[in-house]
């Protein structure tokens, strides 16, 4: 615990005491890698483990979600000539057919941005642009802006955005793994709401608790949850108030409403879950990527979703911990990943690498 920080150690060591009171024995997940980060950064992992709970890493890391076929689209298109614009964590994902980075390194035009507003700005420099974007409700906003913001006329979108609420019911209905209760993500509130997730709450859900991200707020919303399981409740607690509010942020679901249409697609671990993304709605035709390219991507090959010896899909699926990959640590690391839950900073398999005793 000494490590904890910008908080008062005294304070944990309150709410860890009470939960060593309540002889606990409990599964919890969170769908973030922050939340994931900061458990085993500040040795929360470890500590929670000692009163009896389990906290393993659902689907949320955007980048590991993302399926490898969505990779090869880019590739692909990057191939054909045109100016692929992505975020640094998804350059170095494997595929049959390489990574963006090799591509890069073999002449195509694949530039790293930080934001959408970098894509847009570089379009000026380029004749075919598209700006692959992901992520969850914490993200999409910002595309969904640049979207209805006459952007230019050789900008487009790839979108591989994804829905929160359609992989939950979709672990839920699998029955893999016992979940106890869940840790929300608070960004993804921040934009929400807290009503999306009311359906898994009530006599036949769960518990919930959305968290924000230091060590603080984490042991909190763990106390929350082991209160409410004690208490035989299942509702949706807000441990977050100083961000998140009870209905979110609606003029970014104003902008996510026009800009986007819901679509049935594959999540990697996970088969394909209806409603569960978002694709450029058909008023913003001319700037969707797989409609513009699409003589292009028609070409893209078929490939297999998991590299071999890679299990990134079960740890999303939180089947296993990222150290019982046979692989983890041998022949998959962050320099040379077999999967992209090793590619990315909101990784499992790179957060367990980086901070591993």
């Known amino acids: 615990m000494k490590d904890l920080r910008y908080r008062d150690e005294a304070t944990a060591s309150k709410i860890m005491a009470k939960l060593k009171e309540m002889d606990l024995r409990l599964r919890f997940m969170h769908v973030c890698g922050t939340h994931q980060d900061t458990l085993v950064k500040f040795g929360l992992e470890k500590m929670l483990t000692e009163v009896g709970i389990t906290i393993g890493q659902g689907p949320g890391c955007p980048v590991c979600v993302t399926t490898t076929r969505e990779v090869v689209e880019a590739i692909t298109l990057a191939r054909a000539g045109v100016t692929i614009t992505v975020f640094g964590d998804m350059m170095a994902v494997p595929t049959p057919i390489g990574s963006l980075a090799e591509v890069k390194a073999e002449g195509a035009d694949v530039r790293v941005v930080y934001s959408v507003e970098d894509a847009l700005r570089m379009s000026a420099e380029v004749e075919k642009m598209v700006f692959m974007a992901i992520g969850f409700e914490t993200t999409s906003p910002s595309t969904a802006y640049a979207l209805l913001h006459d952007p230019p006329k050789n900008f487009s979108v790839l979108s591989c955005h994804r829905l929160l609420p359609p992989a939950l019911k979709a672990l839920f209905a699998m029955g893999e793994v016992r979940i106890d209760g869940l840790i929300q993500p608070g960004h993804v509130a921040t934009i929400t709401g807290l009503d999306i997730f009311k359906e898994f709450a009530g006599p036949k859900g769960v518990p919930q608790v959305v968290t924000g991200f230091e060590p603080l707020d984490l042991l909190m919303g763990v106390f929350m949850l082991a209160k409410q399981v004690k208490e035989g409740r299942s509702e949706v607690e807000n441990e977050y108030p100083r961000v998140v509010r009870p209905e979110g942020n609606p003029k970014a679901r104003e902008m996510l409403a026009r800009a986007f249409k819901t679509d049935d697609r594959a999540w990697r671990g996970f088969p394909v879950l209806p409603q569960s993304a978002l694709e450029v709605s058909d008023k913003l035709q001319d700037h969707n990527a797989r409609l513009v390219y699409e003589s292009v ?5 078929k490939v297999k979703e998991d590299m071999g010896g ?4 079960e740890v999303l699926r939180g089947i296993i911990r990222s150290e019982e990959c046979p692989a983890f640590g041998k022949g998959c690391s962050p320099k040379r990943p077999m999967g992209p839950c090793m590619v990315s900073r909101e990784g499992s ?7 591993r005793e």
């Open 310 to 313: 890679c299990r990134c899909g």
């Open 349 to 355: 398999c790179n957060i367990s690498y980086r901070y």
């Open 297 to 301: 991507l028609k070409d893209a090959p």
